[in-house]
């Protein structure tokens, strides 16, 4: 029997045994707090999990507040009987088509991740969304997305606050980063070395305050002031060199960062239609080991993203079909990095475009089809020759598709296959990184089960 049979035949035991420690007796439901809050199966609120419907954005934008719905029917709110408590786990194996230097390839997590979850009503206008993360690399509990909020509302006007620890995370579309396609992906595998402030880069490094109003379901603004809250940094937070715990502090935010969200949805019959614009503003001081040490005062970075967003939803029975898009710009002008040699232009820009398009049938079987792109002006500051994941050229350039297909006997429960392959990585087809790897060297399989309890 060869290695890769043996890593499959491994794999897929883990994934049986998985399967029976959780097959305990349920009904088909979100995550299920929400869904014992409301007495409503998942496809209520999610075409198929993590994704919303047009009813999944309205609890959401009320602030995890709702009981006893029906569809159409609010009742009076009460008390909950079971604390809103959930949990998921994932399990994975990755397998890249060239394995890094000196490393194993084929890696099998168990878990990849293992999450709990606080997620429901607090009070009449007070609801959460809080996860707590064991990821395994790390090899222990962090903080993951949290979203907080109050809500209420008039005859034809939802408005309230949000406390959160990522851009987008209280979104209620899915065509923004923090709960885009994909919904789960490897850390395993290389990865581009460029992403925009908005596209995962402040993700749990913040903690921010917002606003927002949602009338007559078809306007929403927000306005949101983030400072840095960084998990696992110094605290509080120290000039970019290493402090007391090891670790250097970057992205640290001087000040505060407005972020700003407007969309427009449109609902008739099965479908639904959503154009929006989003954007983060930033003062940030240099990170990484600046050398020599840059306090945190002084010359910052600044970083202006503005974005645009789509998305189109049909849910039907028994097919469901969603289309998401998103465009992000980043003007990035280099203030206290360009003196200081750790950008080599005073200014530039990255961007990053993504589209793809979901079908399932019956919430049962399906797949996904989505390509990605993320171009820049090349800095031999910022993007330095370095094996896997360096650039040759000093270029963000990357580009590919990532390929998925579902299986969910039940609707708590989803298999995934998952393939991602490379156009161009971090600036070339070939020898990108100045070590002779090319781009398809980093084509990704990732294989996971992920499971909601």
Known sequence: MNNNQ???????????????????????????????????????????FPELTPFGRSFKVRGYTMTNVTRGQTSTLKENYYPPVSAMLLVSMTDISKKQPDSQNGNI?????????????????????AQVTYNQQDDHFTMDNTDIRFADETANLVYGLTFDNNPSVQDLWNSTPAWGFPFVSTGVAPSPAAATLL????????????????????VYAEVTLYRSSQVG??????????????????????????????????????????????????????????????????????????AFD???QFIGDPHIVTVHSTWIHEKRTWNASFPLRLAANSSDTLETFKINGIYYYKRTVGGALGYFNISGDADQGLFAPASVFGSATGSPDSSGLTAEIDYLPWLNTKFIVQYTVYDKFNGAKSNYDGSGRRASDNNTLYVAAWLMF
Request: proline residues 7%; hydrophobic residues 40%; glycine residues 10%.
């Open 109 to 129: 997590l168990l878990p990849d991740s293992l999450s709990l979850f606080y997620a429901g009503r607090i009070s009449d206008k007070l609801g959460a969304f």
């Open 310 to 312: 789509a998305q189109y």
């Open 6 to 48: 043996c890593i499959m035949k491994s794999f897929i035991g883990t994934i049986i045994f998985a399967v029976l420690v959780l097959m305990l007796p349920a009904s088909v439901l979100a995550v299920p707090s929400f869904a014992r809050q409301t007495g409503l199966e998942c496809s209520t609120c999610h075409t198929v």
């Open 199 to 218: 596209d995962g880069t402040l993700a749990q490094q913040v903690a921010g305050l917002g606003a927002y109003g949602y009338w007559n379901d078809l």
């Open 233 to 306: 940094g110094n605290q509080p937070p120290t000039s970019p060199t290493p402090g007391a715990n090891g670790s250097a502090d970057s992205n640290i935010i001087d000040g505060v960062a407005p972020y700003w969200r407007f969309a427009v949805e449109k609902n008739w019959d099965s479908h639904s239609l959503e154009f929006g614009t989003y954007g983060l503003y930033a003062n940030v001081f240099p990170g990484g080991a600046a050398t020599p040490a840059v306090p945190l005062s002084g010359p910052t970075d600044k970083l202006m993203d503005y």
